[in-house]
């Protein structure tokens, strides 16, 4: 009997083990589909290629090392590689939003939100993302607007600027000064609030923080923002100075540092944090005898709450809560940052597609995105948002946020935010905004699929045998795309110098190959794996401000995809030879090239 109980007792163990190893290889599955944005090839791509991470998680990797040199060049062919590739089969548009809206102009956030939405309860129209992407595009008449004469942000003395240096002098300045455009040697000046944008970061810098700073500089009004990306100081308390002076890809960035357009900032989580006048306490009342003062005259007056001998309060960490800070940092640096800066938060994995001064400039601009196809008024999500500096909505948020343990998971927030009744002064904007298709991965696409009609995150990095997916282009009804000539522009690379290309072999210890002589040696398509196509930028989800490329961090993009289309938009731009889509030529520094991605030859 003993026996057959022993065996019993085994059989289940192992049961349990099978079953255990079982849901978390489907957890693990799950968690590989969202970060990697598809479904692995193969078993074999699980092991070979981790998970990565995004900074500010609690295990980060933002870099990887490519293949050897050798490989690269044993593996060139000289008739289709990176060289002599012709950019597009196709001529593009470049200036194909038009002129850039005027400083003042705002966007009318709950117009966005009807039209995209619906009414609020029933939110019929939010699985239309085709629609509502067609209507940012083409309905800018209708939801941009001038304040009338003498409302105008820019004609509002900067000394009452809800901006910190809105006025590029601490805002000492009497009124805006005459609009200035950057320049090789200047960043120019605004003829109206300066607007900040904020970034985390951790780690050195890779292609994709490149690839955000492009972006940023190819589309934002460059007088008008700040840049100020935030480096992990509770990790490394050298992260400023490393990127300052050791590293090799940030350092093309240097020059718009040292003249004010980016600006370094070292993050440590503060034990405290200014509040706005008024009631802090959410209701609950401060305390009717409040404790004594402290040797800084300073007062307990409610739970976390302090009043100084000025009567600014401030909202306090204790010494328990400051040991456990968030894993997830960078889910409560924005919340910090904005309460005391205000503007506007970015992940390191976006690309700005539009100018987003519309979006901040209004009285009312606290706003994020939809969590998908996720109908709940409380599913937000925060990879893009803005809040109004030391506002009720923000000091609330962030109360919120340090209440409940230092969580500040969008969704958490939100759910808080509905239940307190305060979820409308927080605009959810929709997923065609920011994330065009987030609701299509998510399985709660209606109506017609975006263009390009694309399913997962994978996608955009791909350009092998053209179109992976044969309905990318199913729903574009446009005009016909002019076919490039046999002469046309051609690429990045044949207008670069020539004696700067000269003097640049691509050398191994057995082969040295001239990016000069690859270049001129006659281009065969039939004979190239990532053959050019008719992707341009100008159809890259028009009418979207930004695109989010969640996480893939240790990704590089194939010769011809979306996003190596959108590299070469970027270097023709900043080469001085095309425009950006305001049909503006850079005048700024020179900014190199990114870097070829060798894995592809």
């Known amino acids: 009997m003993a026996k057959r109980s022993r065996a ?33 090839a193969s078993p074999k791509e699980l092991y070979k290629n981790p998970l990565s991470h995004r900074p500010g998680s609690s295990s980060d990797q933002t870099g990887t090392k490519g293949p050897s040199s050798k490989l690269i060049i044993e593996k060139i062919n000289p008739k289709a590689n990176w060289f002599n590739r012709p950019e597009s089969l196709v001529t593009p548009r470049d200036n194909f939003l038009g002129k850039r809206p005027h400083v003042d102009t705002i966007a009318n956030l709950t117009k966005l939100v009807e039209e995209c939405r619906g009414s609020y309860e029933k939110i019929e ?52 000064p005459a609009y200035k455009p950057a320049s090789k040697d200047s960043m120019g000046r605004c003829n109206g609030p300066i607007i900040p944008y904020h970034v985390y970061w951790t780690g050195p810098a890779t292609w994709r923080v490149e690839l955000f700073i492009k972006s940023h500089f190819h589309t934002q009004n460059i007088p008008c923002v700040r840049l100020f990306i935030w480096l992990d100081g509770d990790r490394d308390s050298k992260a400023v100075d490393k990127m300052l002076n050791q590293d090799p890809l940030f350092e093309k960035f240097l020059p718009f540092v040292a003249r004010g357009d980016i600006v370094l900032k070292t993050w440590k989580f503060p034990s ?68 005391l800066y ?20 209004g009285d009312e601009h606290s706003f994020a995105e939809r969590w998908g196809g996720h109908p709940s008024p409380g599913d937000y999500n925060t990879a893009i948002m803005s809040l109004s500096a030391n506002s009720s909505l923000s000091s609330y948020l962030l ?83 002019k076919l490039a000539g046999a002469k ?37 398509i039939e004979e190239d794996n990532y053959p050019p196509t008719n992707r341009t930028l100008e159809n890259f989800f028009r009418g979207a401000w930004t695109y989010h490329i969640h996480n893939q961090w240790l990704k590089n993009p194939e010769p011809s995809s979306w996003l ?38």
């Open 342 to 361: 205000g503007g506007a938060y970015f992940d390191m994995d976006v690309i700005m597609l539009r100018d987003m001064r519309p979006l901040l400039i």
């Open 488 to 524: 046309s522009r051609g690429h990045f690379w044949e207008i670069r110098d020539v004696e700067e290309r000269a003097v640049t072999p691509v050398m191994t210890e057995s082969v040295t190959y001239d990016r000069d002589v690859l270049s001129k040696t006659e281009y065969k």
């Open 8 to 40: 019993r007792n085994f059989c289940g163990v192992l049961q349990s083990v099978l079953a255990a190893a079982t849901l978390y290889g489907f957890l693990f599955l799950l968690v590989t589909v969202y970060q990697k944005g598809s479904l692995p």
């Open 125 to 176: 129209k939010m699985p239309y993302v085709y629609d509502c992407l067609k209507y940012l595009d083409q309905g800018a008449k209708e939801y941009f607007y001038t304040p009338p004469r003498g409302e105008g942000a820019s004609e509002q003395s900067p000394k009452y600027a809800e901006y910190l240096n809105a006025d590029g002098a601490d805002n000492t300045m009497n009124e805006y």
């Open 272 to 339: 405290r944090i200014p509040l706005p006048p008024g009631d802090n306490t959410d209701g609950v009342g401060y305390y009717k005898t409040p404790g004594k003062p402290n040797s800084k005259n300073e007062t307990l007056v409610a739970e976390g709450l302090i009043r100084d001998a000025k009567g600014q309060e401030w909202l306090v960490l204790t010494e328990k809560q400051m040991t456990f800070l968030p894993v997830a940092v960078s889910d409560a640096v924005r919340f910090v940052v904005l309460h």
């Open 399 to 481: 109360r919120g946020g340090v209440r409940m343990g230092l969580n500040f998971h969008p969704r958490v927030i939100g759910v808080m935010a509905v239940k307190d009744h305060r979820n409308r002064e927080f605009h959810m904007l929709e997923t065609a905004a920011f994330d065009p298709i987030w609701t299509e991965f998510n399985w709660g696409r209606l109506g017609k699929c975006t263009v390009p009609c694309i399913h997962d995150y994978a996608q955009v990095f791909k350009g092998k045998n053209g179109f992976p997916l044969k309905d990318e282009w199913k729903t574009y009804d446009g005009p016909q795309l």
């Open 564 to 601: 190596n289309v959108i590299q070469r938009a970027h270097d023709g731009f900043f080469s001085h030879d095309r425009m950006n889509p305001y049909g503006e030529k850079w005048d700024g520094p020179n900014i190199p090239e990114y870097e070829i991605s060798w894995e592809y030859p």
